[in-house]
Antibody
């Protein structure tokens, strides 16, 4: 069974840092591009960041996280990461890990909640 | 990059059809055949329902169909069922800088 399990969310103070992880199973992780998508409480979906498959490894960021976040992957551990620094209240959201096929967000994890508050 | 525009709500009785629009620009919806539609029930993760404008993943009922004309894409749910009540979001590739943009979301109510 294809599965994505996020972890690492929690409560952090403004200006703090968090590293989100996404453990993948049931498919050849290294062959797929992966993305992070977030959803603020009661709001819509918002693309955050993406990374190509092992073959290129190129990374991409939405303007609102550029310079504050780093996406990476460890194909030996079948794990996707999102390092988030200088967190702001507006970063409060559920962060979903998403397997991407072509230009399609194909498989979604259950999400991990990030709350930025003092 | 602005979000794609969807109506906030849509509704229909069981067995009826409902169509949701998703309006973008020539830089996203109109420029690529990459429109996808996602269904999200309360407290759950989104689920892919339509990809590449009109293709259905395995396991998605054929009551769900997608189309596109110019800068506007549409999702039609035919033969509405109670379990179709959910939020629906469209998405589109938007080029090598922005990459992806989502719609504002539509809450579908089955009356």
């Amino acid at each position: 069974e294809v599965q994505l399990v996020e972890s690492g969310g929690g409560l952090v103070q403004p200006g703090g840092s968090l590293r989100l992880s996404c453990a993948a199973s049931g498919f050849t992780f290294s062959s797929y591009a992966m993305n992070w998508v977030r959803q603020a409480p009661g709001k819509g979906l918002e693309w955050v960041s993406g990374i190509n498959s092992r073959s290129s490894g190129n990374t991409y960021y939405a303007d609102f996280v550029k310079g504050r976040c780093t996406i990476s992957r460890d194909d030996s551990k079948n794990t996707l990461y999102l390092q988030m620094n200088s967190l702001r209240a507006e970063d409060t959201a559920i962060y979903y890990c998403v397997r991407t096929s072509g230009l399609t967000f194909e498989i979604w994890g259950q999400g991990t909640m990030v709350t930025v508050s003092s | 990059q602005s979000a794609l525009t969807q109506p906030p709500s849509a509704s229909g009785s069981p067995g009826q059809s409902v169509t949701i629009s998703c309006t973008g620009t020539s830089s996203d919806v109109g420029g690529y055949n990459s429109v996808c539609w996602y269904q999200q029930h309360p407290g759950k993760a989104p689920k892919l329902m339509i990809y590449e404008v009109s293709k259905r993943p395995s396991g998605v009922p054929d009551r769900f169909s997608g189309s596109k004309s110019g800068n506007t894409a549409s999702l039609t749910v035919s033969g509405l069922q109670a379990e179709d009540e959910a939020d629906y979001y469209c998405s589109s590739f938007a080029g090598t800088n922005i990459l992806y943009v989502f719609g504002t979301g539509t809450k579908v109510t089955v009356l």
